[in-house]
């Protein structure tokens, strides 16, 4: 299995500019989320879902979209990039229990760069 | 919102040493898990342990819900340690896993 796999791995954007990142996960896993991470920092929730057709913000959710129309895919768009989202990304996905997300596992991240 | 909380922030070791990283948290939580983030990035799963004791060879974790806490503890390290060790708890009636600051763990030969 790939697991979860973030593409593109690095990216460099001009202010202004829109890009999304792209998460797959081949594990039929229900629930999917992204962080970000700035040096020296821990992990920060941006949107999470529990399934197709559920989203939900997290802590920094600010000039980033996202949508889960299928189970396997779950894109996080940046409409007009600012340098301040200059992070690395990760994309986290786990079964689902119901009432918990379950144990997280995570893709090898993406670093993005906004000039 | 939820706290998170690790101690200490940074730590350098000798090889061989053992070690106790611990987690704090400000409300009740479904689960917890430990992650050591690699020298490149990689974020690999250590231990997924609502509660009780787990151990993997020469690491170990015990979380106490009730208490809100949970420690790792790390024996007879190696150089192999070092990186940053991040707890991250789902916030209970909510499907948010929120991270802490992390530990940043240095192993000297």
């Known amino acids: 299995n790939a697991g979860v796999t973030q593409t593109p791995k690095f990216q460099v954007l001009k202010t202004g500019q829109s890009m999304t990142l792209q998460c797959a996960q081949d594990?039929?896993?229900?629930?999917m989320s992204w962080y970000r991470q700035d040096p020296g920092m821990g992990l920060r929730l941006i949107h999470y879902?529990?399934?197709?057709?559920?989203?939900d913000q997290g802590e920094v959710p600010n000039g980033y979209n996202v949508s889960r129309s299928t189970t396997e895919d779950f894109p996080l768009r940046l409409l007009s990039a600012a340098p301040s989202q200059t992070s690395v990304y990760f994309c986290?996905?786990?079964?689902?229990?119901?009432?918990?997300?379950?144990?997280?596992?995570f893709g090898e991240g993406s670093r993005l760069t906004v000039l | 919102g939820i706290q998170v909380e690790q101690s200490p922030p940074d730590l350098i070791l000798q090889e061989g040493a053992n070690s106790t990283l611990r987690c704090n948290f400000s409300?009740?939580?479904?689960?917890l898990q430990w992650f050591h983030q690699n020298p490149w990035g990689q974020l690999i799963n250590l231990f997924y342990?609502?509660?009780g004791t787990k151990q993997n060879g020469r690491l170990s974790a015990t979380t106490v819900a009730t208490e809100r806490y949970s420690l790792l503890y790390i024996s007879s390290s190696q150089t192999t340690d070092s990186g940053v060790y991040f707890c991250?708890?789902?916030?209970?009636?909510?499907?948010?896993?929120?991270f802490g600051p992390g530990t940043s763990l240095s192993v000297i030969p």
């Open positions: 991250a708890v789902e916030w209970t009636s909510y499907d948010k896993v929120i």
């Open positions: 409300d009740s939580v479904n689960n």
């Open positions: 342990i609502p509660s």
């Open positions: 879902s529990v399934g197709a057709g559920i989203t």
């Open positions: 594990m039929n896993h229900e629930y």
């Open positions: 986290a996905s786990s079964y689902g229990l119901g009432w918990s997300a379950g144990e997280l596992f």
